[in-house]
């Protein structure tokens, strides 16, 4: 006698018992920053076998499996003079450490490049130029990414150049606390300045974070890496003023408006901003300005040689926490209320 079986309905999925993975590596620009995430994470950095050959070329080669994994890939995409990188090196190297987790099978590539190298080059300013922001975008892809965490974009809408999607982070938040918390004992003195008409929106917001009033530069560039202020929009006569940028690479920007406000009556001077390249004699430049002190965060790795006035803030619980919801897949928007999404 035969037993009847019932036919089986054919199943889209087949229910497997798995554990998802995750990894942090990092590149060799942001190897302190990666091993700060990674320890808050509670999980090793995973090592990415990273050497540079004679003749220049970089190699990756993962130590261990990352097969089914979540790699999340720390590298911000500037210069590291410590390890001997230029952004261009940090660059190639993020690519090569994508496409080597990608023929490795991992499950997903996160590329977590808190600073955005090329970001200031993210339209054509005058003929026959490139977007090289535009082309970053394009390699990182081409490389393999599924989705890129970054922070502080020069402008939000660089996000466009990506098919994939892109964490915007913002250092906002640690930033308006540093201010509030420990650069003034009084806020009501304050004033928030923005050293040009691009940062006006950010300035804003962080004027009203802070419960202070903001006042506006105008700035021209007369050439490429200078900064010349024109005037002042707004009171900043008396008051403590907070300058409040994306990036201080030369620090002409700064100094400029350092010198305007405090010409313009402010009793003293502070700046803040997330990404501190400090480049050329960015040191010598702001150390002589009247600057009383320059907060920045660690998405660039520091330069040796800093003066004094210079702080530098960690971004790492930051992107530990987004990087965490990344993984869980959960929001990564409710960290900054939905505020991440304004620049
Ligand atoms: C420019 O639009 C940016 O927001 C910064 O102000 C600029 O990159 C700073 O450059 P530098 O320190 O060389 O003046």
Known sequence: MSVEVEPRPARSSVPIE??????????????????????????????????TFSDGEVYCRYAESIRGADIFIVQSTCTNERAGLTVNDALMELAVMVEA????????????APFYGYS????????????????????????????LLTMDLHAGQIQGFFSKPVDHMTAMPILTQFVRDSLVDDVSNLVIVAPDAGRVKLTRKFAQKIGAPYALLEKER??????????????????????V????????TLAAAAQTVIDEGASRVYAVATHGLFSGDAFQTLAQSPLSGIVVTDTVPPRDGAPDLIRVLTCADMLTDSIRRIFTDDSVSEIFAGENQLF
Request: net charge positive; hydrophobic share 45%; proline share 3%.
């Open 18 to 51: 798995s554990e998802k993975r995750m990894m942090v590596a990092a590149g060799r620009t942001s190897v302190e920053l990666g091993a700060r995430i990674a320890s808050r994470l509670g999980v090793g950095l995973t090592d990415a076998g990273l050497r």
């Open 101 to 112: 987790a990608i023929g490795a099978s991992a499950h997903r590539v996160i590329a977590v």
């Open 245 to 252: 940028d994306d990036i201080i690479n030369t620090g002409g």
């Open 120 to 147: 200031r080059q993210d339209k054509k300013s005058a003929p026959r130029e490139p977007v090289t922001a535009r082309l970053v975008a394009k390699m990182l892809e081409v490389a393999g990414i599924d989705r």
């Open 222 to 243: 007369p050439a490429q890496q200078v900064a010349e202020i024109g005037y002042v929009i707004g009171d900043v006569r008396d008051k403590v003023a907070v300058i």
